[in-house]
């Protein structure tokens, strides 16, 4: 679809168009010819022939902005409200400038007028500071073994559990990061008492102690909430000389 601009929307005929036009006209020929011959309406025709004067630049476009403004249109007011705080508040959100408007000053438009008007003055509010995004750090991995483990629990759903027992199984597993080679065991819950001893059998299983084990910030490897108490995984780690390290919050 071609898009036309507004000059050639709402003004298609140029001046020439409109000189020859007038000429032709004022020659004594007959209307019905001249809006044939130029494709243009009566209207258009008598608009030109009362403005010329006889000069190109009596039939130039005028200006199309309005000698009053709009009966809905914002009142100086209430664009003097907008700018001052906008003046005050340079980094103030649309809904928070728009809140703003209707608590201190009894703004009744509605949001989209606000934004219509922010940008057709050029004075839209600039968006919030972006926080910086958080580009991921390459992982060390060990090459060494006793280094580093990794260790987590999770439930063993019904549909994977083949046996008898009818009862609930939690899966704890711990890698060493160096060889990749991991140990698991199944216990009845997950809970302090179960990591410690997981802990215990996985050193009896890899015939040494890692220098770091890494968990997550679930309750049976750290306190959720602040407490002068200590975890007793953290106490197992600490007898044992091992460093309990917890990945960041809301990661996997």
């Given at each position: 679809?071609?898009?036309?601009?507004?000059n050639?929307?709402?003004?298609p005929?140029d001046?020439?168009?409109?000189?020859?036009?007038?000429?032709?006209?004022?020659?004594?020929?007959?209307?019905?010819?001249?809006?044939?011959?130029?494709?243009?309406?009566?209207?258009?025709?008598?608009?030109?022939?009362?403005?010329?004067?006889?000069?190109?630049?009596?039939?130039?476009?005028?200006?199309?902005?309005?000698?009053?403004?709009?009966?809905?249109?914002?009142?100086?007011?209430?664009?003097?409200?907008?700018?001052?705080?906008?003046?005050?508040?340079?980094?103030?959100?649309?809904?928070?400038?728009?809140?703003?408007?209707?608590?201190?000053?009894?703004?009744?438009?509605?949001?989209?007028?606000?934004?219509?008007?922010?940008?057709?003055?050029?004075?839209?509010?600039?968006?919030?500071?972006?926080?910086?995004?958080?580009r991921?750090?390459?992982?060390?991995?060990?090459?060494?073994?006793?280094?580093?483990?990794?260790?987590?629990?999770?439930?063993?759903?019904?549909?994977?559990?083949?046996?008898?027992?009818?009862?609930?199984?939690?899966?704890?597993?711990?890698?060493?990061?160096?060889?990749?080679?991991?140990?698991?065991?199944?216990?009845?819950?997950?809970?302090?008492?179960?990591?410690?001893?997981?802990?215990?059998?996985?050193?009896?299983?890899?015939?040494?102690?890692?220098?770091?084990?890494?968990?997550?910030?679930?309750?049976?490897?750290?306190?959720?909430?602040?407490?002068?108490?200590?975890?007793p995984?953290?106490?197992?780690?600490?007898?044992?000389?091992?460093?309990?390290?917890?990945?960041?919050?809301?990661?996997?």
């Amino acid at each position: 679809m071609s898009i036309l601009t507004q000059n050639v929307r709402y003004l298609p005929h140029d001046l020439n168009t409109r000189f020859h036009a007038v000429k032709l006209y004022r020659s004594g020929v007959g209307i019905s010819f001249v809006i044939r011959r130029y494709k243009i309406s009566k209207a258009s025709l008598m608009r030109w022939n009362k403005r010329f004067d006889g000069t190109r630049e009596s039939l130039a476009d005028r200006s199309h902005t309005p000698h009053t403004p709009h009966p809905t249109a914002h009142t100086p007011q209430e664009l003097k409200s907008i700018g001052d705080l906008l003046r005050r508040n340079p980094h103030i959100s649309l809904c928070e400038l728009y809140g703003k408007l209707r608590r201190g000053y009894g703004y009744q438009r509605h949001p989209a007028s606000l934004f219509r008007i922010l940008r057709k003055l050029g004075i839209r509010p600039s968006p919030p500071p972006k926080k910086k995004k958080y580009r991921a750090k390459p992982y060390d991995t060990p090459k060494a073994l006793g280094v580093k483990w990794q260790m987590d629990v999770k439930y063993v759903p019904t549909h994977c559990y083949t046996g008898t027992i009818p009862q609930k199984f939690y899966q704890y597993t711990v890698i060493d990061e160096a060889s990749r080679e991991r140990f698991l065991l199944p216990y009845l819950e997950f809970s302090s008492y179960s990591s410690v001893d997981f802990l215990q059998q996985a050193i009896r299983y890899f015939g040494y102690a890692p220098q770091i084990v890494q968990t997550d910030n679930g309750s049976e490897f750290t306190h959720i909430q602040p407490t002068p108490l200590i975890h007793p995984f953290d106490k197992a780690c600490t007898r044992l000389g091992i460093t309990h390290q917890r990945i960041r919050p809301r990661t996997p």
